[in-house]
């Protein structure tokens, strides 16, 4: 069965720091690939996703990710964070097709609460 | 407005009882799924239906039950034998042409 880490249980940074959560999961073959983020007394809502193509994926909000196969990872990022970046996210994986066109069970990271400080 | 809903927001039962959270869709989604969160633990998968009428274990199926009689709707039953139903519970779908999921938001179920 496959798994996925996340390396941080929760993260605090002051507004306008950069941001790099890490996820690295198990499985070796095709993956679907996201992140979702818990805004306090939100919906979880997918922040972005990667199925094929370009590995650097840009999401909403100004946060980006980076597939890299070798390592198994799929880190987010964003450049300058914000206290309303306030939540925690969610790394996802799927084992997919390229095409992404196939229902099938999201596996999940154990989360990441970030905290930001104005 | 299209969306999922889920009722009611917050549960309180006794030990021992059966209870039933509701998953409605309007997004015309073929795929339901429900998920339980739990602080540190992340998302795990209950059951998941692909179509109606069918419908599969997930991860931690033990102690739960559901039924899906209609496109719109995935109920989830809690059973007495589910041994920590307190929990935050999460209803998602999907569709065939994003194969992205779409949460609910949740039903926090507190069993005394």
């Known amino acids: 069965a496959q798994s996925v880490s996340q390396h941080n249980h929760h993260v605090i940074l002051s507004e306008a720091a950069s941001l790099e959560l890490g996820c690295n999961y198990s499985?070796?073959?095709?993956?679907?690939l996201f992140w979702y983020v818990q805004y306090p007394g939100q919906h979880l809502q997918l922040l972005l996703k990667?199925?094929?193509?370009?590995?650097l994926v840009k999401g909403i909000k100004g946060f980006e990710a980076e597939f890299i196969k070798s390592k198994f990872s799929f880190n987010l990022r964003k450049p300058s964070v914000q206290w309303s970046d306030t939540a925690e996210y969610f790394c996802a994986v799927k084992e997919g097709s390229a095409g992404g066109t196939s229902y099938g069970k999201l596996t999940f990271g154990q989360g990441t609460i970030l905290t930001v400080h104005p | 407005d299209g969306g999922i809903t889920q009722s009611p927001k917050y549960l309180f039962r006794k030990e021992g009882q059966n209870v039933t959270l509701s998953c409605e869709q309007n997004l015309n989604h073929d795929a339901m799924y429900w998920y339980r969160q739990d602080p540190g633990q992340g998302l795990r998968l209950i059951y998941y239906?692909?179509?109606?009428?069918?419908?599969q274990k997930g991860d931690i199926a033990e102690g739960y039950s559901v039924s899906r009689e209609k496109k719109e709707s995935f109920p989830l039953t809690v059973t007495s034998a589910q041994k920590n139903p307190t929990a935050f519970y999460l209803c998602?779908?999907?569709?065939?042409?994003?194969?992205?999921?779409?949460f609910g938001p949740g039903t926090r179920l507190t069993v005394l």
């Open positions: 990667y199925f094929s193509g370009d590995p």
């Open positions: 239906s692909q179509i109606v009428n069918d419908f």
């Open positions: 998602a779908s999907t569709a065939w042409e994003t194969d992205t999921q779409y």
């Open positions: 499985y070796g073959g095709t993956v679907n």
